[in-house]
């Protein structure tokens, strides 16, 4: 594919009406050599959003390109789209709160360009976000950590950077259910991670709901990773040793002329692994789900239409003529 510019930040854009012409505002005042562009994704939001976006892109001094979902599919499904309008050599992810400064996306290109690393992460020495989301997150990167091989310790945050082959590496994938870390995991190891700052929110609250999270959790434990399966077949051993156990027990018992124990413990039992069974299946249904949803054609997101500001169109028109060999007189 081919990559003119330097850098391109991707924004999944979803009730940002309040936030997103301030947020394009200051990532169009950065001072990036080789020059950037801005990829706003409009999740299907129920705002205004989506006018704002037309209206930044318009007053922008950079090329901004408005991809409008057709519906709303979720952040990760949003990137995915973002990605595929990209034209930088570097795309950083961002979310469209302004929780992430746009002043420190400089900084994060920079350590991945003069570093020559693939991806790096941002972490947040405080993070603003609410205590539960907070939990969430953490207990997320717990089971990435042992899902997705991911290195020990790092903080999977949206506010990310990745190189153009890593971006058209991931971008491979055409199922309903995108996890873009794990998509990262996949094609590279090669990873680093600087600390940035964190802000308060700026307007409204929190669009991740504790659905949003477990779906988004979902995506992650089922999508990349055969471990629950694996770990159904682990249970499974357990219970059937437990029950050759207990089996042994009463025939102890029997031998020894004792009466057999009362119905509430043989209740519990039957309760247990009836639960556990139910839970298996749920898993194996679960993956059966998502792989008919995909022979199917599920679409990661469906695009409405595209819209660019006029800096696109003069940042086009300049390349073209840069690129276009002048004729030699005599």
């Known amino acids: 594919m081919d990559r003119p510019l330097s850098l391109s930040i991707v924004v999944p854009v979803y009730k940002g009406?309040?936030?997103?012409?301030?947020?394009?505002e200051a990532l169009s005042a950065l001072a990036v050599p080789g020059g950037h562009e801005i990829v706003l994704v409009n999740?299907?939001?129920p705002d205004g959003s989506l006018a704002a976006c037309r209206e930044a892109a318009d007053r922008a001094p950079v090329p901004v390109?408005?991809?409008?979902?057709a519906r709303n599919y979720g952040e990760h499904n949003a990137v995915m789209t973002g990605l595929r309008h990209t034209r930088g050599q570097y795309v950083i992810t961002m979310d469209d709160d302004l929780q992430n400064p746009p002043s420190e996306v400089v900084r994060l290109w920079r350590h991945a360009r003069d570093n020559g690393r693939q991806v790096v992460y941002t972490r947040y020495a405080e993070k603003e976000h609410a205590w539960w989301r907070n939990l969430g997150s953490t207990f997320t990167n717990r089971c990435a950590d042992m899902l997705l091989s991911k290195p020990r310790g790092l903080y999977l945050s949206s506010f990310r950077c990745m190189s153009g082959f890593v971006v058209d590496a991931i971008l491979r994938y055409q199922g309903p259910f995108p996890y873009v870390d794990g998509l990262i995991m996949q094609v590279t190891q090669d990873i680093d991670s600087i600390v940035v700052q964190h802000l308060p929110r700026a307007e409204g609250r929190s669009n991740y709901t504790l659905r949003r999270l477990i779906a988004l959790w979902s995506n992650m434990f089922l999508g990349f990773s055969v471990a629950p399966l694996r770990f159904s077949i682990l249970i499974g051993l357990v219970m059937a040793g437990l029950g050759v156990l207990?089996?042994?027990v009463a025939i102890v018992e029997a031998i020894a002329g004792e009466p057999p124990a009362g119905w509430a413990s043989l209740m519990v039992v039957v309760l247990v692994l009836a639960g556990v069974q139910l839970i298996m299946i749920g898993a194996v249904g679960e993956y059966v789900g998502r792989v008919f949803l995909s022979i199917n054609n599920k679409p990661q997101g469906t695009v409405f239409d595209v819209?660019?500001?006029?800096?696109?169109a003069r940042h086009e028109a300049s390349r073209l003529d840069h690129d276009t060999p002048q004729a030699h007189h005599g």
Do not use: I, Q
């Not at 009406?17 to 394009?24: H, I, M, R, S």
């Not at 390109?65 to 979902?69: E, R, S, Y």
């Open 65 to 69: 390109t408005v991809v409008n979902h």
């Open 17 to 24: 009406e309040k936030t997103v012409g301030a947020l394009v």
């Open 246 to 248: 207990g089996a042994l």
């Open 307 to 312: 819209y660019r500001g006029p800096a696109f």
């Open 43 to 45: 999740d299907g939001s």
